[in-house]
């Protein structure tokens, strides 16, 4: 059986070694002049591999369609990956939040791994190409026509283009057009784990604050719901707010009902808590410890052992405390008032980040068109997917990756 792979990120790598260990002559198909370019910049370009989770946690960390990667999971688990990377000389290491990086902290090195065994289970890899069309008779592949008019026929083709996410890295979303011309529906794509646009004067006069072990929520006002609360690091920015617990926020947020019409009439509000280890009561007793030795200093200069440096001046304006008053001045009320700021300060979220800028793309290929056990569509015979072209997306921390490993898998066992 000859099989083509259109792709060569972490999914269509993955699909090439499968599918030729499984004694099939394999062609892998790369738009760019080298494989695995977004798998590059992953993890900040450590590459965090996997979850160190349970696989049956997995699905829980999915809130894209997770069901969906059940017989997936099963074929290929984050052991395997890991025991793939140790076969060819790649140790790894368990950080926090369950997360997998190579040993090394060097993303390249995971790429390495995967050419070893594209070179050693002999995967035909063809670079710089793009394939124009995906050809078919009577509902069944037949070959792809590429865009300098060669046709190359096959049995098999798995399509693992990835999304629309990082498009400098060939995910352009080429793969939803030749999926389309092939009678497949495409939902609606939108950014996932993605920045936050918010208030711009609040983030941007604290830009480049990086907080670690805040809590954050994100409400609809309008319903006075919670719709996600987190632990962990966060980053401000210029136009609002990034870092792990806000990019997870964001693969929730994209699917709660009537997000960009909330966005617009500002109902959609994010608390973050500077302070979750401390109640009201003991915040309120650690500021009147620090001000018991600061009598006579300016309110301004009294929080410099509570709070990081950027966020002193914003929380002072939001305060409402003249920032020269003394502090043994200051009121219980509007002492208790300042409590209420450090541990609910609440800014706007108005919308997403462009879905370029996203790490990877909500929507994509619906599932009732895929055999969930083979990838395989259910339209169109030896048509396979693999990645993130699928609609299915996760959280961070390394579940989006075994998407593509365990996917890819399935798609280059599968006849």
Not at 21 to 42: D, F, M, P, V
Not at 244 to 253: W, Y
Not at 311 to 324: K, M, Q, R
Not at 331 to 340: G, I, M, S
């Amino acid at each position: 059986m000859k099989t083509i792979v259109i792709g060569g990120g972490p999914a269509g790598m993955m699909s090439a070694i499968t599918s030729s260990q499984s004694g099939n002559e394999t062609i892998l198909i790369e738009k760019n002049n080298s494989l695995g370019k977004k798998l590059l910049i992953t993890g900040k370009g450590r590459c965090n591999i996997t979850s160190s989770l349970n696989i049956e946690d997995f699905i829980s960390n999915i809130p894209g369609n997770g069901k969906f990667l059940y017989s997936a999971f099963q074929n290929y688990t984050n052991k395997d990956i890991i025991n793939m990377l140790k076969q060819n000389g790649l140790s790894v290491k368990n950080e926090r939040g369950n997360r997998i990086f190579p040993i090394t902290d060097r993303a390249i090195d995971v790429l390495n791994c995967f050419i070893k065994e594209i070179k050693k289970n002999k995967v035909q890899v063809m670079t710089n190409c793009i394939v124009k069309k995906i050809l078919k008779s009577n509902d069944r592949v037949l070959g792809v026509e590429l865009d300098n008019g060669k046709i190359i026929n096959a049995d098999k083709i798995i399509l693992a283009t990835g999304g629309k996410s990082y498009p400098i890295t060939g995910s352009d979303g080429n793969g939803y057009k030749l999926a389309q011309e092939l009678g497949h529906t495409i939902t609606e794509l939108k950014p996932s784990i993605v920045p936050l646009l918010s208030d711009k004067y609040i983030c941007s006069s604290m830009q480049g604050l990086s907080l670690k072990n805040v809590k954050i929520t994100i409400i609809d006002e309008e319903k006075n719901k919670k719709i996600y609360d987190d632990f962990g690091e966060m980053l401000f920015t210029h136009f609002g707010v990034s870092g792990p617990i806000i990019l997870s926020s964001s693969a929730h947020l994209v699917r709660y009902k009537n997000i960009d019409e909330l966005f617009k009439q500002n109902k959609i509000k994010l608390i973050i808590d500077f302070k979750p280890a401390l109640s009201i009561e003991e915040l309120d007793s650690r500021i009147l410890r620090d001000w018991d030795q600061l009598k006579n200093k300016e309110f301004k200069n009294s929080l410099d052992k509570l709070l990081p440096k950027k966020a002193i001046s914003t929380i002072i304006d939001l305060s409402n405390i003249p920032s020269n008053k003394k502090v043994n001045e200051i009121t219980k009320e509007e002492r208790r008032f300042l409590t209420k700021v450090i541990k609910e300060f609440t800014i706007d979220i108005k919308g997403f980040r462009p879905i370029q800028e996203a790490i990877v793309t909500s929507g994509g290929i619906s599932i009732k068109e895929i055999n969930p056990k083979t990838m395989e569509s259910k339209l169109v015979k030896g048509l396979y997917f693999a990645g993130e072209i699928i609609d299915v997306d996760a959280y961070t921390g390394g579940f989006n990756l075994q998407i593509a490993y365990s996917t890819g898998y399935t798609a280059g066992i599968s006849v």
